[in-house]
């Protein structure tokens, strides 16, 4: 039983960092069959489980069983358990219930923090996709990084208040939220409170109504940080103000740490009472500038890796070029670009993204348009070779690996993937095709054929990987 728990545990962790359709498709029924000082065994249904899992999803099931048993765990290992189906294992999760249990629990959290402010205890935290690592630094913004890395290993000592300013989507609540699960991270016992300032309106009003403002006092008294976000949201509220100013206070003298944001200096937050600004200066303000071009590259390439979602150089080249605002203009690009590839199975290319930044209302550069149009006007097929050729390229294998017999699984795929699209783009007959791959029978291209077709529609990544190589010889 215990397994099941630690099980639980991993899954709650693993569906945080990844999309809730993959986490259907391809977990679905899952058990530890094995601990060991260094290893953790899973169990899986079937062995397309186990190669999807072992493919896509090592690592976060590995850095999972670290954070859950010890970092003494160096690997995780999967095998089809034929005893997983059985009622009375105890030791196996369903994940489609788990999911759906684990929607109702946010829920509830999501419901309950919106009623008050949201005190996070190390024993209750849930991971977070905000971490200092996953940050991208450039220049503009390495003073508010490394003053937020110095403040987790410090808190309340060093750069306090910390005061964080810059426009819109720069990253402000990224660090914010990262430095908080940092310190959580490092400091077992302290209380953290992440709050928005319209959320802490939302609690003060509530207060006054319910004649509750010596309790609300008395819970800020009893945390270690508080972050608040936006702070430019408490113009013209004056109570709410005074209230802020008075929990500064009780922070400040107990040397609790507080980290601030706003989307311009203290100085010029004019709509503020003037000794509620003088106190956000009282430590260390730092600013938040644009991302270069480098780095919005980066960026885009980074969020994508996050999302599992493979982004061609050229595309996000060409984002970067066009995208140039702030990092959540990129990151909405990159979804609007997800959305489209899991409704049509579109892959991104330089004239589909062209296409759409222009009609989202970006300019587009035309020295990539010209580059599109010239790979637009060479990619066009002559025979079979050329898309023989592209398999082989696009698979980074040799193409008398493809052409020849070997059951190795890094030619198995690039073979049916070859067959497939000599059959659907070109209308070649089962028996040509068969001849060229070395002479095989009717039977044994059609399965193949077939067997593609199928795995295509179960497969995002593979479908993903074939209308790559399609739009690369312009089929």
Not at 162 to 177: A, F
Request: hydrophobic share 35%.
């Amino acid at each position: 039983m215990e397994k099941h728990y630690k099980l639980k545990n991993i899954l709650s962790d693993v569906i945080s960092t990844i999309k809730k359709q993959d986490f259907l498709v391809y977990f679905r029924k899952i058990s530890i069959v094995e601990i060991s000082q260094d290893k953790v065994v899973f169990g899986t249904v079937s062995s397309f489980m186990k190669d999807n899992l072992e493919a896509k999803f090592n690592n976060i099931l590995l850095q999972a069983a670290k954070r859950e048993f010890s970092d003494d765990v160096s690997s995780v290992e999967f095998i089809v358990d034929s005893n997983i189906d059985n009622p009375s294992n105890s030791d196996a999760v369903d994940c489609q219930s788990f999911l759906k249990e684990n929607s109702k629990t946010t829920k509830k959290a999501e419901k309950e923090s919106r009623t008050g402010i949201n005190v996070v205890e190390r024993k209750t935290a849930t991971p977070s996709r905000y971490s200092l690592k996953n940050f991208i630094v450039w220049g503009d913004n390495q003073l508010a990084y490394s003053a937020c890395e110095a403040v987790t290993k410090n808190p309340g000592k060093s750069y306090n208040p910390l005061y964080i300013y810059g426009d819109v989507g720069l990253g402000k609540t990224h660090l914010l939220q990262a430095t908080g699960n940092e310190i959580l991270a490092k400091f077992k016992s302290k209380k953290v409170v992440y709050t928005t300032a319209d959320k802490f309106i939302t609690e003060y009003v509530t207060a006054v109504k319910k004649r509750q403002i010596d309790k609300m006092l008395e819970k800020f008294r009893n945390i270690d940080v508080l972050v608040i976000d936006d702070v430019q949201f408490l113009s013209k509220k004056e109570q709410t103000q005074n209230e802020l100013y008075n929990i500064f206070n009780i922070l400040y003298d107990a040397n609790k740490q507080i980290i601030i944001s706003g989307d311009r200096a203290p100085k010029e937050l004019t709509e503020l009472e003037p000794r509620l600004r003088s106190r956000f200066e009282w430590g260390i303000t730092v600013d938040i500038g644009k991302p270069d071009f480098e780095t919005r590259l980066a960026i885009i390439q980074e969020k994508a890796r996050e999302k599992e979602f493979m982004i061609p150089h050229d595309v996000a080249e060409f984002i970067a070029a066009n995208v140039t605002e702030n990092v959540r203009e990129l990151e909405w690009v990159l979804n609007q670009m997800i959305a489209e590839y899991e409704l049509t199975g579109n892959t991104p290319t330089l004239s589909r993204i062209a296409q759409k930044l222009q009609k989202l209302s970006f300019t587009t550069d035309l020295l990539w348009e010209s580059k599109a149009a010239e790979k637009r006007t060479s990619s066009t097929i002559k025979s079979y070779e050329d898309i023989l050729d592209a398999v082989s390229s696009h698979f980074g294998i040799e193409k008398e690996g493809i052409l020849w017999e070997n059951r190795k699984k890094e030619f198995m795929i690039p073979r049916q993937v070859g067959m497939y699209l000599l059959k659907t783009k070109m209308n070649y007959t089962y028996e040509r095709i068969g001849n060229i791959f070395n002479g095989r029978n009717h039977a044994s291209v059609l399965y193949s054929c077939n067997k593609m077709d199928k795995m295509l529609k179960k497969d995002k990544t593979l479908l993903y990987e074939v209308n790559a190589i399609k739009d690369g010889v312009g089929i």
